[in-house]
């Protein structure tokens, strides 16, 4: 079976039978879904959504979740609102991880994606807070037999990683998303292959370029027309032990040219992985 896969909000879609429609075009029937959520889609299906997946021939990759609020559209912003950074906002965001967590099993899936913000610094008042509310949340996986995967994002790859060591979590892992690194200034994702190897659970693939602009992300690309070094990056994730899915995500574009753009990434990982790489 593919380990290359896609993720449901890429699409557009927003029932189970439409998004069946579409992955015979894109050459993959294995699929992240978000749960239903501001950045990823509501399902029609409400409530029912993970009966009517298992009703199918899908093969779940994974699950991810968002949370009201959050915004992320500068790293400033993302600082501000992203994952548990408000205070105000962490115990409605964790009720949000314990619904999460209940929709993953519903679905069969073991790993639950999520951003957790902006890790502050070691020394900094909010740090103790912030790592108790990780922990908590990855408590509530863990209680269910589901890993809470974070997303690479604004952080370097130290950063997170001694963050991760310090909640000291085994249900708390990493997505690997190697665009994100890269549109937030950190221009070597083999080396946080390196640094993040032992914790990565899920890979998201994405491309994009360096920031231009100090306080913005760089530019999201479709997959291969960016500054990830696709061949390497899949050879150090070999090389860390990581043999799970490889879910296409594209964020930018019309429905019709992220749809395109999807089929043709898979294509273009499938061809890498067939080399050997």
């Not at 890429?10 to 075009?25: K, N, T």
């Not at 085994?170 to 292959?193: Q, Y």
């Not at 070094?229 to 019709?256: F, H, I, S």
Request: charged fraction near 20%.
């Amino acid at each position: 079976m593919s380990r290359v896969g896609v993720c449901s909000w890429s699409l557009g879609v927003a029932s189970i039978p439409e998004l069946e429609r579409v992955l015979p075009s894109l050459g993959t029937d294995l699929v992240s879904l978000g749960c239903g959520d501001p950045a990823h889609g509501s399902w029609v299906e409400g409530d029912g959504m993970p009966a009517a997946v298992r009703a199918t021939g899908i093969r779940v990759a994974g699950a991810m979740i968002a949370f009201d609020g959050e915004d992320f559209s500068s790293p400033v912003a993302n600082r501000r609102t992203g994952g548990f950074n408000p205070p105000a906002t962490r115990a409605e965001r964790l009720a949000r991880v314990e619904w999460a967590v209940q929709r993953a099993v519903e679905l069969e899936a073991g790993e639950l994606t999520l951003h957790i913000g902006h890790v502050p610094e070691p020394g900094d008042a909010g740090r103790g807070a912030f790592v108790d509310a990780l922990g908590r949340a990855a408590g509530q996986a863990r209680e269910h037999g589901v890993t809470l995967c974070v997303e690479t994002g604004s952080d370097a790859p130290a950063t997170l990683a001694a963050c991760l060591a310090e909640v000291g979590s085994p249900s708390l892992m990493v997505n690997f998303d190697a665009a994100n690194l890269i549109a937030a200034g950190h221009d070597d994702p083999v080396a946080a292959v390196g640094i993040l190897g032992p914790y990565i659970r899920g890979v998201h693939i994405k491309d994009a370029l360096p920031p231009t602009v100090e306080g913005e992300w760089g530019a999201e690309m479709p997959v291969g027309h960016g500054a990830v070094p696709w061949r390497a990056v899949l050879t150090a994730l070999a090389a860390a032990g990581y043999g799970g899915p490889l879910c296409v995500e594209r964020e930018g574009g019309t429905r019709e040219e992220r749809v395109i753009d999807v089929a043709d990434a898979v294509a273009f990982v499938r061809a890498l992985l067939a080399q050997g790489t």
